[in-house]
């Protein structure tokens, strides 16, 4: 019997033709809500899984699943260990995002410091000389405090190196590798002119980001997140940001994605807003595509994924 594999309709090329060469039937749904892949997936052996929740009460819906392969690093849309239980692997890409999402953490710093989308949303609006009251800043000399220090946050760190900033960085796991220099978190936030946010989501990181240290930061400062959501207290952003409290932010992930038309963030204006892009290159894709395909396949041919986030029990 054929086994088969949900995907959603928009995996990149590259992880369908590697889960079809291998002789699996694709289920590919536009979405992937409960609702739909109850709906159309209840036969699926193995799922490759994006950014939209997964409750455990699918686990009735999709008796004959047996692995969950996330599409990227992130899993906390998944309940790794209840489907654990239930004999199910869940499993992550750990390795095919990370440069891209560093040169995306990278190319923000570099746009917010010489006010690029100001600039140029000016110039169409005919005012040329916007620019000239509204100057930018120099990212040399000035410190970059980077909240975890694992695969992305290495290579953040790696790529600043180049831009001959003060490279400082908070993770209780981290190790000193010479580049950075490791500090507590209030050090950082107090003493960094551009954080950015690549910590796991967990008990102690969910809202670890809200008013107090908003406080501790400086009113100049810039906070930069393509990690999670979850890691920030995003009503305490949006107050810390239109307070003043610190000068611009730049967002990428967001408590309800896509956010509504009456989301508070369409009204913060110093903030840039964009549509969880940290990693959306053609080569990043086909990666992740590829990594949970292969995660999928070695679990379906009887074998133990490389990646997983959690044990059988």
Aim: charged fraction near 20%; hydrophobic fraction near 45%.
């Amino acid at each position: 019997m054929t086994l088969k594999v949900s995907v959603p309709a928009s995996l990149s090329q590259a992880g369908k033709d590697y889960l079809t060469n291998k002789g699996y039937t694709l289920i590919e749904t536009a979405d992937q809500s409960a609702a739909t892949l109850a709906k159309e997936a209840t036969d699926a052996d193995g799922i490759v899984l994006m950014t939209e929740p997964f409750p455990n009460s699918l686990a009735d819906q999709l008796p004959n699943l047996k692995v969950i392969a996330r599409h990227g690093v992130g899993y906390d849309n998944v309940d790794q260990d209840f489907w654990g239980q239930r004999g199910v692997w869940v499993t992550v890409t750990p390795h095919a995002n990370a440069a891209t999402v560093a040169e995306t953490t990278l190319a923000s710093m570099l746009m917010v410091s010489k006010n690029l989308v100001e600039d140029t949303n000016h110039l169409r609006q005919g005012d040329w000389d916007w620019a000239a009251s509204h100057k930018g800043f120099d990212l040399a000399g000035k410190t970059l405090g980077i909240m975890g220090y694992g695969r992305i946050g290495r290579m953040v760190a790696k790529k600043a190196a180049a831009l001959d900033m003060k490279l400082l960085a908070y993770d209780p796991f981290a190790k000193d590798d010479g580049l950075v220099t490791l500090v507590d978190k209030e050090t950082l936030l107090k003493e960094a002119d551009v954080v950015t946010l690549h910590m796991v989501v967990n008990e102690e990181t969910t809202h670890s980001i809200g008013a107090h240290e908003f406080g501790l930061m400086k009113d100049s400062a810039v906070l930069i997140n393509f990690g999670r959501a979850a890691l920030v207290d995003q009503a305490a952003m949006q107050k810390a940001l239109t307070k003043g409290e610190i000068a611009h932010a730049v967002v990428d992930v967001f408590d309800q994605e896509p956010i509504p038309e009456d989301d508070p963030w369409r009204q913060v204006p110093n903030v840039t807003l964009t549509p969880h892009i940290a990693s959306n290159t053609v080569e990043c894709m086909a990666r992740m595509a590829t990594d949970a395909a292969n995660e999928v396949a070695r679990v379906l041919e009887g074998n133990d994924p490389q990646w997983p986030v959690n044990k059988l029990s």
